[in-house]
Structures are given as C-alpha cells and as structure tokens.
C-alpha cells in the first residue's frame, strides 16, 4: 500500500511486480500485525459480498473502512519506533539519529537534484565533496541565473512535475517560494550556530531558509593612487575633494544595493551631492570593478567585493578595502521544496551546506559564512520586504544610480 510514495517493509509487491521497501523502516511485530488487520478486512469483504441484498454503496463504504485500518496501523507502527511517516514530519525531525535516518533514505532515493545560481566552483565541486561523504547519493546539478532559477520552478510546480530537491540562490528568489507556498519548514542541526537574522523563521523551530554563504560589498581602492588622508572610511568620506573624478560604480545589481544602503543610513540628500564628484558608471561585474582599481584606471569604487579583494590583496594588488557606515551583504539561502521527490537525499544536502564543514568549503571559493560576526554591521536589502516591494525599491535605486553618474 502506498503512503506519502513510499511502501511498508513487509514485503508487499508494487504494481510492477517487484518487492519495495520502505524509506522507513518497521518492525517485523508491526508487520504481522498489519498483516493481521489486512487477513480480517479480506474476510469482512468476503462475507459482506456473499450477501446479495447488500447495495454496492455500502460494499464501498465497507472496503474504504478496511484500508482506512490499514493505514492506521501501519502509521502507528512507524510512530512506535518514533521514525517521521511524511515528508513534512521528516523535515522536522531533530533527534539524534537525524543523519543516520536521512543518509539510510538518501542511498535507497540514490540521488538529488540541486538547483543553484552559486558559479565559480562551488556548484561543480560541492556534489563531489558531498559523494565522498555520503557514499550512494549521486547529486545532479541544474545552475542558472535569478531568472532562469525562477522561471523553471514556477513552470515545474504548475505542471506538477517536482524534480528539483534542494535549493541555494538568493533570497527574492527564495521569497518568491514561500509566497507560492512551494517550501517545506524545516530543521537542521546547524540553525543553532546562525544569528537570528540570517534565517527565514517558521514555527517550532524550523526555517524556510537559512543562510550559508555570504558576500560583502565596500570600498576598494588604490594605495598609490588615492593618498591615505583620503582614504575612505564612511559613506560621507566619498565626498573629499581629493577623490573628484576617481571614484567609479558597477551598475549592476552590486551598484544599485549600494544606493540602498546610502540612502538607509545617510538619506537621498547625500546621495545627490554625490553627482559633485564626477562618478563614472560602467557595464561590469564586482570583480571587474575591482580589476579596474588595480590598474588604477579608477582610484576607489564603493562597489568592490571583500572575497574579491582578498584574494588580490594576497596576490601583491596595490588596494585596501574598508567597510563603510553598513556593509550591503549578497546572500544566498539554503531551501528544501515542499514537494521534493528525494527528500531524505534534499535534506541530507541541505544540512551538509549549513554544517562547519560545509560552510569551511564555501569558504575556500572566498565566500563567507553567516555564522561569523564581522566588525562591521550588514545591510540586507530584501530585508522585511516582499518581492513586489524589493523589485520597486531596486527601480528606484537604479534610477538613482544612473542620475549621479556617468558612462
């Protein structure tokens, strides 16, 4: 009999013929007992079909009744052993044999599939790690853009045809989900180690989402070009007379967060007064903004990535990079969809990116993690918003942008 798409253990056949066993397991007690509640309702439809009289209404009642006991006892058996019977109760689950219930249903699931926007290695190398540890469980991998992302889930839920397991992106994608109700609360042991703040409460305990990888967007800037009297320190440090003419902005995304931020703490006043330094505005990515302050083609940028400057910093590249009054902070989450078709493999995934060791290997890709306290506060700007609010607020920062700069 099929629950939640799984079969009992007491080797009862499937429809193509072949014996099945449950994702969680039952005693063989349990078994013959079920076995028992099944021999009585043949019985009972048996004798009720010898009476002639009988309407086939009640015979259907009869028969619904039967397999209603046979679900009952098969719920109670795995309840007895205390093992989660849904895939909502599984993601609750936080007892201390958590692994070892999810990884005995991950190697009979065989495989997850992920859908990740994260590039640059993360996305190919972290199936690898994840295969070494959890022999069995083969992760498939689907990366894409915000867009891409989206547009494929939606399109998937509304044909009722789930393929995807686990999910890492950023956050308006994310809260895109929840609103469409297409994410499971869950639990993993990690949550503890991450600040409130960074974790998409549910009830009970559980999350929507939480996050595993962070970066953080400041000031770079060229250590033999711009004089250290004038080097940045805040926001309103980018109006000193010997910054005019060398400051640039990535108009990307990056850019328009940055707005964000200016206008959170210093308000549209400053951000106007910004058009007095002849900001230039270019077409590029974070790391390519940062790449033209090495060359010194720009003297600063307020759009330069810490994980980015790190690594230039330790190559010999002539740059600082400083926090300003807030740091806007990229992040991505970690989700489990409601209806994922592995779900013991989705979570096994999912509390593998959120572990200590999940988290280290984020990091050698220069990502980091939100279980730290930097000395600098975040700035998130999807924070307290809906997507519609987020996508009108990123308008107007763009417009912003656009107005205090030039190409």
Known sequence: MWIEGQMTDCDIVSEGGENEESAYPTGSHHCYRMYIVVLVCASMISNQSCKISES?????????????????????????????ATIADLAAYNKPDREQVLYEGAKKEGKLMWYTSLTGGPNTEAPKVFEAKYPGVKVEVYRGDSDALISRILQEAQAKRYLVDTIETTFPILKVLQDEKLLARYFSPHLASYPDEV??????????????????????????????????KRFEDLLKPELKGKI?????????????????????????????????LHGVSGRAILDMVISGEL???????????????????????????????????????????????????????????????????????????????????????TVEQYEKENSKWEKLLREIGRK
């Open 56 to 84: 086939k209404e009640k015979k259907r009642m009869r028969f619904f009744a039967c397999m209603m006991l046979v679900e009952l006892s098969w719920q109670s058996a795995v309840w007895a052993q205390g093992k989660p």
């Open 199 to 232: 974790k998409q409460k549910a009830e009970k305990g559980l999350v929507y989402w939480a996050t595993d990888r962070e970066s953080y967007i400041g000031v770079a800037y060229n250590t033999d070009v711009v004089p250290a009297a004038a080097a940045p």
């Open 248 to 280: 640039g902005f990535a108009t990307s995304d990056t850019g328009n967060r940055v707005i964000g931020a200016m206008l959170a703490t210093k308000g549209g006043e400053f951000v106007q007064k910004l058009k007095s330094q002849d900001i230039t």
């Open 299 to 385: 003297g600063a940028s307020p759009t330069a990535f810490l994980s980015h400057s790190r690594v230039s910093i330790s190559k010999g590249a002539p740059i600082k990079w400083v926090p300003m009054d807030v740091v806007p902070t990229n992040a991505g989450g970690v989700a489990v969809p409601a209806h994922a078709p592995h779900p013991h493999a989705a979570l096994l995934f999912a509390d593998f990116l959120l572990s200590p060791e999940g988290q280290k290997f984020l990091g050698k890709f220069g990502l980091d993690s939100a279980m730290n306290k930097p000395d600098f506060k975040r700035w998130y700007a999807e924070a307290g918003m």
